[in-house]
């Protein structure tokens, strides 16, 4: 019989991976599944149909070191279950995460750097590669593209003895729910958004160009459409660039969601223009993306490159305008799951009714690389 003492929960094993405590975890997903997104330093067993019909010796051939804890992970948390009774009865120090994937989807790590006294916390959303960012000078911060609950940015913000200034989304995000309405209600902090931006509630407009002021720091707003219509980039003095989903550090921005051919063309030429925009500032200025093409690992390295470093490694960036269009229409990565409803959400500023682990299943696909 199965116990509830074999089961951990995500917060659990991303203390632990944080912590770098030595662990096996191991994911008894089909093999399609596990290439959509998982768990960084996890290995694959291929026995998902021999659990499902409880075969016993479905893990026979496993070698795992007998000293370290073992933790199973499937979809759900109910195949790995299985998984973890087997190992149980061999002896094994073992437990299921429990929630499965669709649990692990909210587990999160960080990285931070301080800038000429401005602290950049960068918030990682493990699984799905979101990235966030606190921006904090003196006793204020700016959070930008909140992807957790408000909960985490709040502590995040009484452990640096900051008051939330300012809350923001560099777009109308696609591929997750943005909890930036929600953050700016538990914070009090103003829900600032580019006047370009179509959506159904109320926020404070900001201006191509305009100054936004918290501590002794200022954000200047630059609007750099192309991967949506209404894509900000936030500039910090010369020394960094808060880029959304317009520049990463493995490729550009997708201009084709919720457009046809043509609509798709011309973003594709106004990302072009946006990107050289940002390619011709100083060079040795800090890019800090909204997502990352992978899981992000628990290693407390920033995903971040100086525009030189960009230049020097992606290739699209050193194409002329009908080159860069071209190439970035014919290596469109496959439809983001469940992306109209998401996006449709985020208009609206409100997901009640609908389940966010459900939603946002499965990796981001906003890159073009």
Known sequence: MITEDIKIDVSTLANWLSEKRPVTIIDVRPKSEREEWSIPGSIHADVYDRLKVNDPNALDDLKLDAQLPVVTVCAAGKTSLKAAEILKQKGFDVYSLDGGMKAWNFAWNSAATTIHNVKIIQVRRSAKGCLSYMVGSDDEAIVIDASLDPQVYLDLAKANGWSIKYVTDTHVHADYLSRTRELAKASLAKHILIDQAKVEYSFTPIK???????????LEVIHTPG???????????????????????????????????????????????SLN????????????????????????NLVAETIKALKGKLELLKLNEDEFVNYTLSRIPPTPPNYLTIATLNKQGSYEGYTPAELEAGANRCAIG
Do not use: C
């Open 227 to 273: 991967h949506t219509m209404e894509s900000t980039t936030f500039r910090l003095g010369d020394d960094a660039l808060f880029t959304g989903d317009t520049l990463f550090t493995d490729g550009v921005g997708r201009p084709d969601l919720k457009a046809d051919l043509d609509e798709a063309t011309k973003r594709s030429k106004l990302l072009y223009h």
């Open 208 to 218: 191509n160009g305009e100054q936004i002021k918290f501590g002794r720091a200022t």
């Open 277 to 300: 925009q940002l390619l011709n500032m100083n060079p040795n200025m800090w890019v800090f993306p909204a997502h990352l093409s992978k899981a992000v690992p628990f290693d407390n």
